[in-house]
C-alpha cells in the first residue's frame, strides 16, 4: 500500500449494502482493497443475506482489518440499509458501493483529488460504464455531471435530465448527513441528489472509472416497480408516484436557500420536464 502524504490521511469511509450478494461480492471486496488511497474504511451492511454473503463477508474482514461488517437479523429493505452504511461512516468522506460492482483501483485517490480541487463540491462523479456478468463492457460511457461555474437553480434544472450514477460518487460526509435521512419512495435518489447540487458543484474526477454490473435480468419500468414494492426491497410508490416525486422535488426547491424569484422559476420550469423524464423512463428498459 503507497505511503500517506499529509492531504491523504483523511478517512474515506466506503459503504456495501449488499443482499444475496455472493456471485461477485469476493470480487467486490478485492477490488475495493485494492485502492491507492491509504486510509479507507468499509463497512458491509448485510441485510439478512440467505445465501453465501455473510461468509464472503466474514472472512474478508478476517483478511484486511479496513473491514467491518454489520449484519441485520431480518430484512431492513433497501433504503433503511444504505441509510446504516451512511450511520456507520466515521470518514471524511463517503461513498457507496454496490456488491456487484468494479472500480478503477486510483477511484478513491482521483475523487478525493477532485474534491480537494474545488472546495465548493459536494460530490466528486467518476467515468462510469456498464459491464455484463461476465465483466465486459457494453454500451457507451455515461455522460458526466459537471456542475462548475453554475448558478445553483441552474444546477438544479441540469439534475432533471442527467443520469443517477452521481448518487456512487464520493461525497462530503458532512454535507450528506446534512440532507437528513434517506427518503424511502421511488424517485428518491433524484431526490437526494437534488439537495446536494443545491448545496454545491457536482465535479469530475475524469481519470476515475466506476464499473456498474447489470446483475439484473432486464426489466421494464413495471418489473422495477414491482421489484421496489417487494418485501425485500420495501421501496412503496403509493398509488401516484409521480406525484409524490414532484411534490418532493418542489419541496427540496423550496425549502433551500435559493431566492424567491428561483423558486418561483424553478417551480414553472419543472412540471414539464419530469412528466417527459417520467415518460421516458417507462419506455426503458434496463
Known amino acids: ?28 471486496l478485492d477490488c475495493l482493497l485494492a485502492q491507492d488511497y491509504p486510509n479507507l474504511e468499509i463497512v458491509i451492511c ?25 449484519h441485520a437479523q431480518e430484512n431492513l429493505g433497501a433504503t433503511a440499509n444504505f441509510q446504516r452504511c451512511i450511520d456507520e461512516a466515521s470518514g471524511d468522506f463517503f461513498m457507496w458501493a454496490g456488491g456487484h460492482d468494479l472500480w478503477s483501483s486510483n477511484y478513491v485517490s482521483q475523487c478525493v483529488a477532485a474534491l480537494d480541487s474545488h472546495p465548493a463540491a459536494v460530490i466528486a ?3 462510469s460504464n456498464w459491464i455484463d456478468e461476465n465483466g465486459q463492457v457494453y454500451g457507451s460511457r455515461a455522460s458526466v455531471l459537471d456542475t462548475r461555474d453554475m448558478a445553483p437553480l441552474a444546477r438544479l434544472l441540469t439534475l432533471l435530465w442527467a443520469n443517477m450514477h452521481p448518487i456512487y460518487g464520493l461525497i462530503r460526509v458532512d454535507r450528506l448527513r446534512a440532507c437528513g435521512p434517506l427518503p424511502n419512495y421511488p424517485g428518491a435518489d433524484l431526490v437526494l441528489l437534488a439537495r446536494l447540487i443545491l448545496e454545491g458543484d457536482f465535479v469530475p474526477a ?23 414494492a417487494s418485501s425485500k426491497v420495501k421501496i412503496h410508490g403509493g398509488r401516484f408516484p409521480l406525484l409524490n416525486l414532484v411534490y418532493r422535488l418542489w419541496h427540496a426547491a423550496w425549502s433551500s436557500s435559493l431566492p424567491l424569484s428561483d423558486k418561483l422559476a424553478f417551480t414553472l420550469a419543472f412540471p414539464g420536464a419530469l412528466p417527459a423524464r417520467y415518460l421516458i423512463a417507462r419506455r426503458r428498459v434496463i
Open 1 to 28: 500500500m503507497p505511503e500517506a502524504t499529509p492531504q491523504d490521511t483523511r478517512l474515506v469511509s466506503i459503504g456495501v449494502p449488499v443482499f444475496n450478494e455472493a456471485t461477485y461480492l469476493a470480487m467486490t
Open 125 to 127: 462523479v467518476p467515468e
Open 46 to 70: 448485510d441485510n439478512a443475506s440467505t445465501d453465501a454473503t455473510p461468509g464472503i463477508c466474514a472472512r474478508a474482514a478476517d483478511r484486511d482489518p479496513r473491514i467491518r461488517v454489520l
Open 206 to 228: 475524469p481519470l476515475a472509472l466506476w464499473s456498474r454490473r447489470q446483475a439484473r435480468a432486464q426489466e421494464n419500468f413495471h418489473d422495477r416497480q414491482r421489484r421496489y
